[in-house]
Nanobody
Framework: QVQLVESGGGLVQPGGSLRLSCVVS????????IAWFRQAPGKQREGVSS????????TYAKSVKGRFTISRERPKNTVYLQMNSLKTEDTAIYYC?????????????????????WGQGTQVTVSS
């Protein structure tokens, strides 16, 4: 059974940083793509970043490129999202998700409909 557990969210001031963690169990990420998504109140879930370990491909939404970094710690089967220079508009619940590699991952790496297994989310609030 696949399980994803996010942590690391919290309250931070604009310009601050947070590092989110996603611990994955029940599968090994080598044959999967893992991604971070977020959903703000009243808005649709949007893709933030994805990582395909087998070829090292990383994708970022335009709104976070240059500020967020996705990475993996292989022995711990954990994926991180380092978030720097946070803005108030980054406030949302952040989710991690995985899918076994397929064509849709190449064409739509940040489309939530591409993904299958989801964590419960962690709240990130950016406010002064």
């Amino acid at each position: 059974q696949v399980q994803l557990v996010e942590s690391g969210g919290g309250l931070v001031q604009p310009g601050g940083s947070l590092r989110l963690s996603c611990v994955v169990s029940g599968l090994t990420l080598d044959s999967y793509t893992i991604a971070w998504f977020r959903q703000a109140p009243g808005k649709q879930r949007e893709g933030v970043s994805s990582f395909t370990p087998v070829d090292g491909t990383k994708t970022y939404a335009k709104s976070v490129k240059g500020r967020f970094t996705i990475s993996r710690e292989r022995p711990k089967n954990t994926v991180y999202l380092q978030m720097n220079s946070l803005k108030t508009e980054d406030t949302a619940i952040y989710y991690c998700s995985t899918v076994r590699n397929k064509i849709a991952v190449i064409t739509s790496p940040l489309n939530p409909l591409t993904y299958e297994d989801w964590g419960q989310g962690t709240q990130v609030t950016v406010s002064s």
